[in-house]
């Protein structure tokens, strides 16, 4: 009962822009009709900074943390949360026509967009989303752009792996099969580390064999 409750959940497009988001620019938009398609024409209209977000079902158990800044250097009190949330924010920083950043947030830490576009996509399917990251993961290496590539394919790659999405461990196993980064091996081999899917716990026991 509860899988099945779970697999509904995976199903439903998560679409509120988190609660505590400020000091942004904010615009919503529908990626019901797919979301490559909505995406797509915001990056390439963006010529200033500016973030697109939405957020996906969180693997169960993962907490990601929040950045907190106390005033003056003193301890301020604020929320603890006792569970983690269910969802996370993915966020891809946009600028002259390309993505740049992709960062994972938790829902519970307040965002402050520094007064810059946030362009908010509703109605994202979580397999969307995993293909859309797949793209920016196994984007192709070369000489004048590894500084560039390399550390937005991590980001990519770790927003996979707290995705709760069954195909991203797949994609991940191959990857560190296949890549010819060892940068990037290593970064799916961590994600798959932490990650309790049989099919995780199966490579990296074969992984260690050989």
Not at 102 to 108: G, Q
Not at 187 to 200: G, N, T, Y
Request: glycine fraction near 6%; aromatic fraction near 6%; hydrophobic fraction near 45%.
């Amino acid at each position: 009962m509860i899988a099945a409750v779970w697999a509904v959940a995976l199903a439903l497009p998560l679409a509120a822009p988190p609660k505590l988001l400020v000091n942004a620019q904010l615009q919503t938009a529908s990626a019901s009709g797919g979301l490559e398609r909505a995406f797509q024409p915001l990056v390439a209209a963006q010529v200033q900074p500016g973030w697109i977000g939405y957020t996906v079902p969180l693997v169960r158990g993962y907490n990601l943390g929040c950045e907190y800044v106390s005033p003056g250097g003193r301890t301020a009190p604020g929320v603890v949360h006792l569970e983690p949330p269910d969802h996370a924010v993915i966020l891809f920083r946009v600028e002259a026509g390309a993505v740049t950043r992709i960062r994972v947030l938790s829902p519970d830490c307040e965002i402050d967009a520094g007064g810059a576009p946030v362009h908010w996509l509703e109605d994202v399917r979580p397999a969307d989303s995993t293909a859309l990251l797949e793209n920016f993961a196994d984007m192709a290496s070369s000489t004048q752009m590894k500084d560039r590539r390399e550390p937005l394919r991590e980001n990519a790659i770790y927003a996979i792996s707290v995705t709760a999405d069954p195909a991203g461990v797949e994609f991940l196993i191959a990857t560190a099969r296949k890549d010819q980064n060892q940068n990037i091996r290593r970064a799916c081999i961590s994600a798959l580390a932490r990650s309790k899917d049989p099919r995780a716990v199966t490579f990296l026991e074969d992984l260690l064999k050989h």
